[in-house]
């Protein structure tokens, strides 16, 4: 089995194609009324309407599907997307000990959460683990 695509689903497609393509830096390939396509790494990444946004959640408390973009430097990133308004639910980036990255979640439009995270070395065993 592979990855066939990543789908999101949101009620506000425009908002969504502004997020997805100027805040993550995804290009979009394709444009419906009630679908975007756009090029994630050579994946692809569609984002659906849907009728309702999900309900704010306490992150990593509940099942959930997260999409988790890898970036250069987390620090840089954070800055970046903070500048343009994303609200981050990690206020610094958590560390993951056992696979050599750092992440952080934030919110997506209409309820979403995804997480961006920067690969390292395997860090101490006495970090946080995830």
């Not at 419906?32 to 309702?52: I, N, T």
């Not at 840089?76 to 610094?92: K, P, S, T, Y």
């Not at 209409?110 to 101490?124: K, Q, S, W, Y």
Request: one cysteine or more; charged letters at 25%; a negative charge.
């Amino acid at each position: 089995m592979k990855l066939g695509l990543i789908m999101v689903l949101t009620p506000d497609l425009e908002e969504a194609e502004r997020f997805y393509r100027d805040v993550i830096g995804l290009a979009l390939v394709d444009k419906a009324a009630s679908q975007l396509v756009f090029d994630l790494a050579g994946a692809a990444f569609h984002v659906f309407r849907c009728d309702e946004a999900a309900d704010k959640q306490r992150h990593a408390d509940r099942a959930a599907t997260i999409c988790v973009f890898e970036v250069p430097s987390i620090d840089l990133a954070m800055q970046r997307m903070r500048g343009m308004g994303v609200e981050f639910i990690h206020e610094n980036p958590a560390q993951n000990a056992r696979s050599g990255f750092r992440y952080a979640a934030f919110h997506a439009p209409c309820g979403n959460v995804h997480e961006i995270m920067e690969r390292r070395a395997a860090l101490a065993a006495t970090d946080n683990p995830r």
